[in-house]
């Protein structure tokens, strides 16, 4: 273990975007810390304001400062993620391991089932849920998290059915260990680094997921801020007041540049093919 975290710290970009993340958490975990104002402040003698000392990103047509509402906006967004894809590697993992290691009728309902999902876009079949139930935190957290479902089912079917065949489950199974267990004890902690890389690598998808239905209005509600509702509630000033939309997209790449940085860091670490 301590191999591998030095091999994952040894690399620059890791560490840069390791720290960029952790700042970004910080933010998103204690937004009163780092916002000067409310999200809901109004002050209308700095209406459309340019970036400033006293306004960092600027304030938009209600005289709300940009910088608040990012953060706040960035605390909806992680939780929304974050959430969702919690959700989804529950939810697949439990689904891959019964697929990969009951086969049979299990494997062809499952996989099948999935593939009737990945038939459909990402982000349509999400834009579909919401709007069939509403843009609510907990509606868009399990309907991103329905989308991401498949891939980690797929994902840890595949893993399944190669650790399923190895000495030590069939040991298990001489020894009279259930099915249960040699699932939860042999096989599910086997397959913890493939989890690993496959949660960070769609995190970074979830948030984007997250900030397109904020931009096309079918995130959490107004007034609420979210980073994908900022930029969307900018377009309209894009010309006359660009800061509006520029910093809250500036904020979601990068957080989604740190998120695809370190999933190829880890990938590049936990991967046995790579070792």
Known sequence: MNRTVRKFLKNPFNMIFLLILISVLMVAVFPDLFARYGPYSMDYDAVLEGPSLKHLFGTDQFGRDIFSRCVFGLQKSVIIAFSSILFASVIGTVLG??????????????????DGFFAFPSLILALFIVALFGSSLLNLIIAIGIVYVPIFARTVRGATLSVRESLFVKASKVIGKSNFKIMLTDVLLNLSSVLIVTFTTNLSTAFLTEASLGFLGLSVPPPEPTLGGLVGQGTAFLLSAPWITLFPGFVIAVVVLSLNILGDGLRDVLDPKNR
Request: glycine share 16%.
């Open 97 to 114: 391991l019964i697929a990969g290691y009951y086969g049979g009728v299990w494997d062809l309902i499952i996989m099948r089932i999935c």
